[in-house]
């Protein structure tokens, strides 16, 4: 077996030079792949939470003419035309006592999942999941909203957005580089 530094010895300085080379341009070459992998996750997750955020606006918005829980389980073609072409895009609502009023999507979130993400204040609360029933990652944003302005009757804004097709892009970008 030849040892490393014989072998170092018998190599020209122009090949170790070159060798040297490579190996820092391949080093510097996945330092600038994984940054921009990351700036790709963190751009993506910011225009999810923006937009999660201007869902609860118009959920707030809606609510504001609805002075009742009746009138908020009656409203549900309304609700379905507030979400239409948002695939991956799940409304939950849920009065005081985690009675659900409004589902529209294909997913809902327990009671026992929920109450440790709902928010302390009037803002918006973002959180990333992981959805063990359906095993696909998830942003999860809860806020409080109050039907016609009324506090006493606060109704919980639950919605979800599958960040599964984020991954696959992510997955693409790294077979890319």
């Not at 070159?18 to 994984?34: E, H, K, P, R």
């Not at 809606?62 to 072409?85: C, H, K, Q, Y």
């Not at 959180?127 to 999860?140: A, I, K, Q, S, Y």
Request: glycine residues 6%.
């Amino acid at each position: 077996m030849i040892r490393l530094g014989a072998w170092l010895r018998r190599v020209s300085i122009t090949a170790r030079l070159t060798v040297l080379f490579g190996l820092a341009a391949c080093l510097v070459l996945c330092i600038i792949a994984l940054h921009l992998y990351d700036s790709l996750d963190g751009q993506l997750k910011a225009r999810d939470e923006d937009e999660l955020v201007g869902k609860v606006e118009l959920v707030r918005h809606l609510l504001s003419d609805m002075p009742s829980t009746e009138a908020i389980r009656s409203a549900s073609r309304r609700w379905n035309d507030a979400f239409v072409g948002h695939p991956g895009l799940s409304l939950n609502l849920f009065d005081r006592d985690f009675h659900l009023l409004v589902r529209t999507g294909d997913r809902m979130v327990s009671r026992a999942k929920l109450e440790p993400l709902l928010p302390a204040t009037d803002e918006p609360r973002r959180v990333d999941w992981f959805n063990v029933e359906t095993g696909r990652p998830m942003h999860l944003v809860t806020a409080w909203a109050y039907p016609a302005g009324q506090r006493d009757r606060a109704v919980i804004v639950v919605l979800m957005l599958d960040r599964s097709e984020h991954g696959e892009l992510l997955a693409w970008h790294l077979r890319q580089t």
